[in-house]
């Protein structure tokens, strides 16, 4: 079994920064994909970022283009979403997830996309 542990959330004002981190641990796999996704309250959960295996392949959502960057280091199996310029609307729980085998990069923004999730990390932007 995998386990992702999110870290880095926390209360910031507009405008700020946060790093968020996903560590992977438990039997050894090569995620071919990672994401992040958010979820605020009364609301879906929505794809936010994600990053292929080798780290050249990210994807954003049009919400946090420009603003967010996600990364990864595999050396160490962790993910990364460094959050810049942070607005109220940022304010949600966010997920990392893992895919343990290949899909074509059309489908990483879908959920069910996912093996492996974290149990989440809070994020609140105030104005």
């Known amino acids: 079994q995998v386990q992702l542990v999110e870290s880095g959330g926390g209360l910031k004002q507009a405008g700020g920064s946060l790093r968020l981190s996903c560590a992977a641990s438990?039997?050894?796999?090569?995620?071919?994909?990672m994401g992040w996704f958010r979820q605020a309250p009364g609301k879906e959960r929505d794809f936010v970022a994600a990053?292929?295996?080798?780290?050249?392949?990210?994807y954003y959502a049009d919400s946090v283009k420009g603003r967010f960057a996600i990364s990864r280091d595999n050396a160490r199996n962790t993910m990364y979403l460094q959050m810049n310029s942070l607005e109220p609307e940022d304010t949600a729980v966010y997920y990392c997830?893992?895919?343990?085998?290949?899909?074509?990069?059309?489908?990483?923004?879908?959920?069910?996309?996912?093996?492996?999730w974290g149990q989440g990390t809070q994020v609140t932007v105030s104005s």
């Open positions: 438990g039997r050894t796999f090569s995620a071919t994909f």
């Open positions: 997830a893992a895919r343990a085998t290949p899909i074509l990069a059309t489908l990483i923004r879908t959920q069910t996309s996912y093996d492996y």
């Open positions: 990053i292929n295996w080798s780290g050249v392949g990210t």
